[in-house]
């Protein structure tokens, strides 16, 4: 029986000949990522951790990303708990503040692979299907039994097939394409699902795969899927991991679907996802002129080398507008390193731009950037809910790296192609 | 018992605003602030047996657990909705707060209806009409009835020493 990609890889993980749809299934993932939520988590099992110890050292990925640095003595607290927690458990894959986020740090890392499974305690772990993964979400709950016995249950997801045909037009950019397939299905268009993206995939490099995968969780997805293929292949090697080091898999021809969307992707155009909702999406051209107060660029959505090689092409030799903030956010410590190398950094702060740490900073409202009411923020990060950025009476916009560059030099929301030359 | 009746896509920001997830962890800390930015009122007047109500998608965004954690410290029934996201889902489970997927029943519901629910005949009654609400899988179930699932793991570790 041909299977999707959900189907063939959980079968893999359960041991199962075949599987289908609404089947619960036992698994053991090859990693679990934590973040700064570790501490809590360890805490609710302290008794079980000192009697029986973590299933496997190798199992737990932790990357200090949340609050970093710390922003208080009770975050400085948590951070010095996980620290102890990694020394005495001798846990191997621990990335301590500076590293950069989370998502990006599991990829970069080669960490997750074609073919490999990985649950992590955040909802953006959906993000790994970028090179061909399959990942998804869990609560902390769910990671601290994990930490404990090495296996969980999932059920098998339906899965939708999304058909990318067409070139994409010069400005336009994977996060547009990820909200425009968000605005048209809906933030629960794909609830339970396993996204495939599939068709004229060649043209989004994986650090742009990774924009749309991230996204996955925001129509409500389990996981979201690339097929690996040459550029996939190429990325790993440009990181040290060969071929014979994991084994690709790949939904079958016939396999079936429980929809099958397509888009042409010649015929979208920079989108721009209004408040609160990340389904909320509109043209750029409808909503041009509102002003804004911040903007950022950077989080595990938009905070790659190419993100900011686009935001220092449209910024160069231009000006911040003096009633904009301009946040940049690198998503790692590589990525940091890579763009001061080519002076993009340089052209970034010269414009007027602010350089975070590399971490989750303002995006999820806890510190670094938080909003005043009645401000807007213009953002390239994957969430614009009510309050997510430490204010509730704030508004939060999310668009592409170019949107945003180009909006921060005109003060107000401004179409991208005005910036392409 | 008190009804709690709410619309579509309500967010976990909503339901625990992001900039507590590091600063509350303790039930008395997350407490006073659940549904903070939805409706301020909630936690203020919130009692042991109330029922959300609740539209499409219900939970949707963060994996952050406090929601949850927080809907059964204050002694909610039960959240009846269209439908829930997955990971908010995944977490009632967890913590053994009971989560009810009946589009109709969320329909029937005006105003000022009485809302009961039936756990062990699988049923939930808005006014005068009952609504059947589909049994668990045998797995979940196993989870639910150890009242969690560090409980249950507990139990599995134990046995399989």
């Given at each position: 029986m041909d299977m999707t990609f959900a189907e063939k890889i959980l079968a893999k993980y359960s041991g199962e000949k075949g599987v289908v749809p609404g089947q619960i299934v036992t698994v053991k993932p090859d990693y679990l990522l934590t973040h700064d939520n570790t501490a809590p988590i360890i805490q609710k099992i302290k008794p079980e951790l000192e009697e029986y110890?973590?299933?496997?050292?190798?199992?737990p990925i932790i990357v200090l990303d949340h609050v970093i640095p710390a922003a208080s003595e009770k975050t400085a607290n948590n951070h010095k708990i996980i620290r102890e927690f990694v020394k005495n458990h001798k846990i191997e894959h621990f990335f301590d503040?500076?590293?950069?986020v989370c998502h990006q740090i599991v990829v970069e890392k080669g960490l997750?692979?074609?073919g490999k499974l990985l649950l992590g305690?955040?909802?953006?772990?959906?993000?790994y299907g970028a090179v061909g993964a399959f990942s998804s979400g869990i609560d902390r709950t769910e990671a601290a039994a994990l930490m404990l016995t090495g296996e969980t249950w999932l059920k098998v997801p339906n899965s939708i097939k999304i058909t990318l045909d067409g070139k994409l037009q010069p400005g336009v950019a994977a996060k547009d394409v990820v909200l425009h397939i968000i605005g048209d299905?809906?933030?629960?268009?794909?609830?339970?699902c396993s996204v495939e993206f599939h068709g004229d995939?060649?043209?989004?490099?994986v650090e742009e795969r990774f924009t749309i995968t991230n996204m996955g969780v925001e129509m409500g997805a389990k996981n979201a899927f690339f097929p690996v293929d040459n550029i996939t292949t190429k990325y790993l090697n440009s990181i040290g991991?060969?071929?014979?080091?994991y084994t690709a898999i790949y939904p079958d021809n016939n396999a079936a679907y429980s929809k099958e969307l397509k888009y042409n992707l010649s015929n979208i155009t920079p989108v721009v996802a209004l408040?609160?909702?990340?389904?909320?999406v509109k043209k750029v051209s409808e909503i041009e002129g509102l002003d804004i107060q911040q903007c950022l660029i950077g989080t595990c959505t938009n905070g790659r080398l190419s993100d900011f090689k686009i935001a220092a092409r449209i910024l160069k030799g231009e000006k911040v507008h003096p009633n904009v903030r301009l946040l940049i956010l690198p998503s790692s410590k590589q990525v940091y390193l890579d763009a001061l190398k080519e002076g993009i950094i340089n052209t970034l702060i010269e414009s007027g731009g602010i350089l975070l740490p590399?971490?989750?900073?303002p995006c999820l409202g806890a510190h670094q950037g938080v909003l005043a009411p009645k401000e807007r923020c213009l953002s390239t990060a994957n969430r614009n809910f009510k309050?997510?950025?430490?204010?509730?009476?704030a508004e939060i916009y999310l668009a592409s790296p170019a949107t945003v560059a180009v909006s921060a030099i005109y003060g107000k929301i401004t179409d991208p192609r005005k910036g392409v030359h | 018992m008190k009804v709690w009746k709410y619309d579509d896509n309500i967010n976990t920001d909503m339901l625990f605003?992001?900039?507590y997830v590091y600063t509350c962890s303790t039930l008395e800390e997350i407490k006073p602030h659940l549904l903070e930015d939805l409706d301020p009122s909630f936690a203020k007047n919130v009692e042991e047996g109330d029922i959300i109500l609740a539209g499409k998608n219900?939970?949707?965004?963060?994996?952050?657990e406090q929601p949850v954690v927080g809907l059964k410290a204050v002694g909610i029934a039960a959240v009846v909705a269209e439908s829930f996201a997955r990971i908010f889902y995944r977490s009632s489970i967890n913590q053994g707060l009971l989560l009810i997927e009946c589009p109709d029943a969320m329909k029937a519901y005006s105003k000022g209806d009485n809302v009961s629910l039936d756990i062990e005949n699988g049923k939930i009654i808005v006014g005068k009409k009952s609504f059947s609400f589909p049994r668990l899988p045998k797995e979940i179930l196993a989870i639910r009835e150890e009242g969690g699932l560090l409980p249950y793991t507990r139990k599995k570790l134990k046995k399989n020493r």
């Open positions: 110890g973590v299933h496997n050292k190798s199992l503040v500076g590293y950069g997750a692979l074609p305690s955040d909802s953006h772990t959906c993000s299905v809906s933030a629960s268009g794909a609830n339970y995939i060649e043209q989004f490099s991991i060969s071929t014979s080091q408040p609160h909702s990340v389904d909320n590399p971490g989750c900073g309050g997510r950025m430490g204010c509730k009476d | 605003p992001g900039k219900f939970g949707c965004g963060s994996s952050r």
